[in-house]
């Protein structure tokens, strides 16, 4: 049977990026996705796909292996219903989701007891495929597609069902026969298939940067890998999210210690390629447009740091959103020069033809003049992606296997290599089970008309489109980061950056790695503030290492030298300008200590009052002491306000309040004492002075009385 023209009209060449995935919780799939029950009873029949002939050729038979359940096998029996090939992408989804398409080439059906047992401990199904190609004996289970010779090649939906005696309850789910007959000199459709490695509990709200993986997604993350490393002949794009690599590093586990390796070995042999975009998943056209294209830069620049060791490549950029054509232009400017985008992100319509597939690399402005080429993601390979992790892994698989052969069939005879693109949602929750992978990796080894290749592979092999230029289209500007608490923390965390020593730069990357956390595009508004708050909280915890101490300071005399001691409990040395400042001091002179350096080219200042001393001092000790020499200007208690703060001003490290008890007296005050008591003894000598004669007159007049009565 024939298609119709239009399905399969010419198409420009193009290459298929498929599958951004990354490990996380599973996610619920349909019953009839593979997994199906018609009732919870303990004998109700289930059926289940636990593996199939990927493809067929001419006189190859195709082989079912069935899970069946508990039930009594002679009770059962399996119905097989084959449908005429499929034409359009739509059609293929819509039998996804179980609705009939086309008409029926073949069905019968087979009572299971008759059926050879598996080996899994379910049931096989072993069909002879009669086609015009290479016709097949008849027989119970022959199936015939109905085509003529040459032109037999294509998908034909499956329908297998299972059902009790007397039809009282009955397990259904549709895979697919391919067939696959290609011309001699036919193009395969390339196809990359990028993987994710990611653990939630690295990038969730508010984690603490160096807080350990829990063992379960550890476990994850080993047997994914332990999958590729199986399959390392078969070309895979490896795109490890560098916050979860940090993460397994702070994991003192020796499952975590061999998820590293095996991860470092991925990019250094094999057929592998890693992949480095950004530190977390973030929204580039939400950071560009909010103002925020450093932090853009520091996302990929310390993805590549930690990633360094696996070689990764640093060309491709695979966007979870749309770009414009300033975000284009910033992430060329950070060294990707192509572009991995979901079809919302461009404009104009481009495809290979009427009805098919957007099947080509093409070439986007990001202005100015310049462009980059970009692949389109496709929303129908996602789709078949949904289902990877739920309770029917294999038909899951055999759904991908079976739509990449539809995208080849849409134009066999391509002279150039095609195919489409997709991106499974977001990269972070979505999980890639191992059993998936196994069947995908294993089928794509040998697939006679998909080609697996690497997405720099991909982007060198497929000859892009040079006409017309697409445009990028403009974001909503409806970004979810807190975009001032963001840049007021880059702000703290530069300022804090410029105080510390080299002694401090891993504490300094700590702190960064905890913001770059805070961009995450997946997390929500609140979220994004929570982990925020986790930035800010860590940020103190090390200013809380740094203190100044309030003891009281007496003061006896006009003048004398002040301690002021900065205690540091922290590992690393830090520097900054210390600051004295008062209302009732003068700072007559520098600064001179005891031991040490310091503090370095001091100043004074004086302003409506109030005296400063500044300099700028290096916090290398335990405990630091300046002694600063001071005059208080009156006596009693007042109060000095001492602070360290960063080198660029924008941080205080830290900062107290010092109490003076002056005792001293001032020198005006002393000369006016002085005047006085000066006055005061030269009134008391003269008053002594003037009162001698006068006693001495009285005393001789009364001895002079008595002697003339004793006469």
């Known amino acids: 049977m024939g298609r119709p023209a239009s399905a399969f009209a010419p198409a420009a060449a193009a290459g298929l990026v498929c599958a951004v995935l990354a490990l996380g919780p ?65 059609g293929f989804a819509d039998t996804e989701n179980g609705t009939e398409v086309g008409q029926v080439q073949w069905s019968t059906s087979v009572g299971v007891a008759a059926l050879p047992a598996d ?32 032109n037999c090649g294509g998908v034909y939906p499956l329908r297998v069902d299972l059902a009790s005696a007397g039809g009282a309850s009955r397990a259904v789910f549709t895979t697919y026969l391919v067939y696959a007959s290609p011309p001699t000199a036919t193009q395969k459709l390339r196809f990359s298939f990028v993987v994710g490695v990611a653990a939630p509990a690295a990038t969730a709200a508010g984690v603490p940067v160096g807080a350990p993986l829990p063992a379960d997604q550890t476990d994850g993350l080993s047997s994914v890998l332990s999958v590729l490393a199986a399959h390392g002949t078969t070309p895979v794009t490896v795109a490890p999210q560098p ?18 390796a095996a991860l470092g070995s991925l990019g250094t042999g094999g057929g592998h390629e890693v992949l480095a975009t950004s530190y977390v998943p973030v929204d580039a056209a939400g950071l560009v447009d909010s103002g925020l294209g450093g932090e853009l830069a520091d996302q990929v620049r310390r993805a590549q740091q930690v990633l360094g060791a696996m070689r990764p490549s640093t060309d491709t950029w695979l966007a979870a959103g749309p770009v414009d054509g300033g975000t284009v232009s910033q992430l060329a400017g950070l060294g990707f020069r192509q572009l991995v985008v979901p079809p919302s992100a461009v404009g104009q319509a481009f495809g290979g033809g009427p009805g098919l597939t957007v099947s080509r690399p093409f070439p986007l402005g990001a202005g100015r003049g310049q462009t980059v080429p970009v692949v389109e993601t496709d929303s129908g390979l996602a789709g078949d992606l949904a289902g990877d992790s739920g309770p029917a892994p294999a038909l ?5 296997l079976a739509d990449l052969a539809l995208l080849y069939y849409e134009e066999p005879n ?126 103190k915890g090390q200013l809380s290492t740094l203190s100044i101490r309030t003891d009281t300071i007496r003061l006896t005399s006009t003048a004398a030298k002040v301690p002021i001691t900065v205690v540091k409990q922290s590992g690393y040395a830090l520097s900054g300008t210390l600051e004295v400042s008062g209302d009732k001091v003068v700072f007559p002179r520098g600064a001179s200590q005891a031991t040490g350096t310091v503090c370095r080219e001091p100043t004074v200042t004086s302003t409506a009052g109030r005296s400063s001393f500044a300099c700028l001092a290096s916090i290398a000790y335990p405990t630091n002491t ?12 007042f109060r000095l306000t001492v602070s360290l703060t960063s080198p660029t001003g924008h941080l205080v490290l830290a900062s107290s309040d ?54």
């Open 626 to 637: 300046v002694y600063i020499d001071m005059r208080a200007r009156a006596t009693g208690d």
């Open 26 to 90: 599973a996610r619920p799939v349909q019953a009839a996705a593979g997994a199906a029950s018609a009732s919870t009873g303990r004998n109700a029949p289930t059926l289940e796909l636990l593996s199939q002939t990927p493809w067929v050729g001419p006189g190859q038979p195709m082989t079912l292996h069935l899970g069946v359940g508990s039930a009594p096998r002679a009770s059962l029996t399996v119905g097989l219903t084959l449908f005429q090939h499929l034409t359009t992408r739509s």
């Open 396 to 400: 899951a698989a055999y759904r991908l």
């Open 119 to 150: 080996p899994q401990g379910g049931v096989d199904v072993v069909m002879p495929v009669s086609s015009g190609d290479a016709p097949a004996p008849p027989g119970p289970l022959t199936a015939n597609l109905g085509c003529s010779l040459g």
């Open 243 to 260: 916050a979860t690599v940090r993460a397994l590093g702070a994991t003192p586990t020796p499952k975590a210690r061999s998820v590293l």
């Open 414 to 539: 391509a002279s150039v290599p095609r195919g489409a693109v997709a991106l499974a949602g977001d990269p972070t929750t979505t999980a890639p089970g191992p059993a998936f992978l196994s069947i995908v990796l294993d089928a794509l080894a040998t697939d006679p008309v998909v080609a697996p290749v690497t997405l720099d592979g991909l982007f060198g092999a497929v000859p892009a489109a040079t006409s017309p230029v697409r445009r990028a289209v403009a974001t909503s500007g409806t970004t979810t980061l807190p975009v001032r608490q963001l840049r007021a923390a880059r702000a703290r965390l530069s300022a804090f950056a410029s105080a510390t020593g080299p002694g401090g730069s891993a504490v300094v990357r700590q702190l960064g790695d905890q913001l770059l956390l805070a961009e995450n595009g997946a997390l929500r508004a609140g979220q994004a503030q929570g982990a925020l708050a986790a930035f800010d909280a860590a940020l």
């Open 658 to 711: 010092i109490t003076v008890h002056s005792m001293s007296t001032s020198l005006v005050a002393v000369g006016l004492s002085v005047a006085a008591g000066a006055v005061l003894l030269v009134w008391w000598g003269r008053t002594l002075w003037r009162r001698r004669p006068a006693q001495g007159a009285h005393a001789r007049g009364r001895s002079e009385g008595g002697a003339g009565r004793n006469r």
